[in-house]
């Protein structure tokens, strides 16, 4: 016999789950839109050529390629895979349709990708990402609104606690460069500087220790993106106690990262582009001050992010609790100019929807108001032994499920008949439907319906007009 579960890093979504993700999309489509964002969606399948050489040598293998038909799937060609992510996918539209979009468009995207990843906890194969991207603007005013819109979204459903950890590729390009790093080699390194706050500095070492770096090299690297001292004007290192204003704090870092590269860049190169990073990203924070993000956003140079394609600032979300991140994006200039002739200026950001719920269901986050139950009245068939009478009944009860539905309410109706009144209520309880109603021969009499709230067990015929309302306000 065949197994049940689904494939390895697959999940089934039962109804709750669905409300719960339907929820939170919901409130992420809310804000983005208040952000002027437009919906777009695009194929699950992308052509092959598309997606390769996109997310760099680590990416590329955590791609599932779709075997051409045919004589092909003995030999193992691809021509097909499945989207890997919603970035790629948006720079190939962008090129094919550069006529028809608006010179700054601005995109929400919601739709599953796939990984041939290793599942883990609130990590998945395939899974939802909620991207917003902004394309035609270098202005650092794109960052600080993505960065609100992500505060946004995480402060309506609840948190308070994350974190918005922002740094520039640049600045990590000038801290490979001070500490050496061969150009052919800062690709891969940057895919194990990827997971220091996952594996911490001596994985990192060992990562790299198998990309033949040099040991005094990696400690030049590591000591620039984990260092909180700096160099006085007399040489000594100094610690810094950073404020506890995010905001001040993040100024701190800074002038703490501009006096450590005036002292520990080797290069000329490597100083030209991190003052480069660390004026755009101050223009961030300073423009990030008078919105939703300036508590939560911090400066981070030792994140990394290890896709190849970003080109200058760089976010991730994380909150405490979950290892790795809520999400993450950044500045990806080149991208777009893959598909077509000229560069488009693009950022954007992609929130996991999956780990979001599962910390929201853990913290038991999700608003009382988000009913598990499938509907909010369930509409029984009055029993009856008379043979003549069960049609009538039946009818009876499809009409008063009709009435209900147009005063806007959630109506089940028990699917069978000849079953006793009592089952049926038990049927509606082990559901968590909160009312029954139903019309007996005297309440069709009297113009009335019986209903029940199976919460408070309070049972009472009212006039039937009244029914609709009488259920609204007990929900």
Same mark, same amino acid.
């Given at each position: 016999m065949a197994s049940t579960q689904p494939a390895r890093g697959m999940r089934d979504f039962l109804p709750a789950d669905v409300r719960r993700r339907d929820y939170v999309i919901g409130v992420i489509k809310e804000v983005y839109e208040r952000y002027g964002f437009e919906p777009l969606e695009t194929p699950a399948v992308e052509n092959i050529e598309t997606l390769m050489g996109?997310?760099?040598?680590?990416?590329?293998?955590?791609?599932?390629?779709?075997?051409?038909?045919?004589?092909?799937?003995?030999?193992?060609? !691809?021509?097909?895979?499945?989207?890997?992510?919603?970035?790629?996918?948006?720079?190939?539209?962008?090129?094919?349709?550069?006529?028809?979009?608006?010179?700054?468009?601005?995109?929400?995207?919601?739709?599953?990708?796939?990984?041939?990843?290793?599942?883990?906890?609130?990590?998945?194969?395939?899974?939802?990402?909620?991207?917003?991207?902004?394309?035609?603007?270098?202005?650092?005013?794109?960052?600080?609104?993505?960065?609100?819109?992500?505060?946004?979204? %995480?402060?309506?459903?609840?948190?308070?606690?994350?974190?918005?950890?922002?740094?520039?590729?640049?600045?990590?390009? !000038?801290?490979?460069?001070?500490?050496?790093?061969?150009?052919?080699?800062?690709?891969?390194? %940057?895919?194990?500087?990827?997971?220091?706050?996952?594996?911490?500095?001596?994985?990192?070492?060992?990562?790299?220790? %198998?990309?033949?770096?040099?040991?005094?090299?990696?400690?030049?690297?590591?000591?620039?993106?984990?260092?909180?001292?700096?160099?006085?004007?007399?040489?000594?290192?100094?610690?810094?106690?950073?404020?506890?204003?995010?905001?001040? =704090?993040?100024?701190?870092?800074?002038?703490?990262? =501009?006096?450590?590269?005036?002292?520990?860049?080797?290069?000329?190169?490597?100083?030209? !582009?991190?003052?480069? !990073? %660390?004026?755009?990203?101050?223009?961030?924070?300073?423009?990030?001050?008078?919105?939703? =993000?300036?508590?939560?956003?911090?400066?981070?140079?030792?994140?990394?992010?290890?896709?190849?394609?970003?080109?200058?600032s760089i976010m991730e979300v994380t909150i405490p609790g979950l290892a790795g991140s809520v999400g993450g994006g950044g500045r990806y200039d080149n991208l777009v100019g893959m598909f077509r002739k000229d560069e488009v200026p693009a950022c954007g950001f992609s929130f996991g929807l999956e780990r979001i719920i599962l910390l929201m269901t853990e913290r038991k986050m999700f608003p009382p108001s988000l009913t598990t139950a499938p509907a909010d009245v369930m509409v029984l068939i009055d029993y009856s032994k008379d043979e003549s009478k069960k049609i009538l009944a039946g009818k009876n009860a499809l009409k008063l499920a009709r009435e209900l539905r147009d005063a806007g309410l959630r109506v089940d109706v028990y699917p069978a008949r000849n079953v006793k009144n009592e089952i049926q209520k038990a049927h509606a309880s082990k559901r968590e439907i909160p009312f029954i109603a139903w019309v007996g021969e005297d309440e069709i009499l009297r113009g009335e319906v019986k209903i029940r709230n199976l919460r408070t067990r309070d049972e009472r015929s009212i006039a039937r007009i009244e029914a609709a309302k009488v259920i609204q306000e007990g929900k």
């Open positions: 996109k997310y760099g040598e680590e990416g590329n293998q955590l791609i599932f390629k779709i075997l051409k038909r045919g004589v092909h799937e003995k030999t193992g060609e !691809a021509d097909l895979a499945l989207r890997y992510d919603l970035t790629v996918p948006l720079a190939r539209v962008v090129a094919q349709y550069q006529n028809e979009l608006p010179k700054f468009f601005k995109r929400y995207q919601i739709q599953p990708v796939w990984r041939a990843d290793r599942p883990a906890r609130g990590r998945f194969r395939e899974f939802y990402q909620c991207d917003v991207d902004v394309l035609g603007s270098r202005s650092p005013i794109v960052e600080a609104e993505l960065c609100s819109s992500i505060s946004d979204v %995480l402060i309506r459903l609840g948190f308070r606690d994350f974190t918005i950890r922002l740094n520039h590729r640049l600045l990590l390009d !000038a801290m490979m460069s001070s500490a050496m790093i061969d150009r052919d080699q800062r690709s891969n390194v %940057l895919v194990a500087v990827d997971k220091l706050d996952k594996i911490g500095e001596d994985g990192v070492r060992n990562q790299l220790a %198998l990309l033949n770096i040099i040991p005094n090299r990696v400690d030049t690297l590591l000591h620039l993106m984990t260092n909180t001292s700096f160099l006085s004007l007399e040489g000594k290192l100094q610690p810094h106690n950073f404020s506890e204003d995010r905001f001040v =704090a993040n100024k701190e870092w800074l002038t703490c990262l =501009a006096r450590n590269f005036k002292d520990f860049s080797y290069a000329d190169e490597g100083k030209k !582009a991190a003052y480069e !990073a %660390l004026e755009n990203l101050e223009k961030i924070v300073d423009l990030s001050e008078v919105n939703g =993000a300036r508590e939560h956003i911090k400066i981070d140079p030792s994140l990394a992010r290890g896709l190849s394609y970003y080109t200058g």
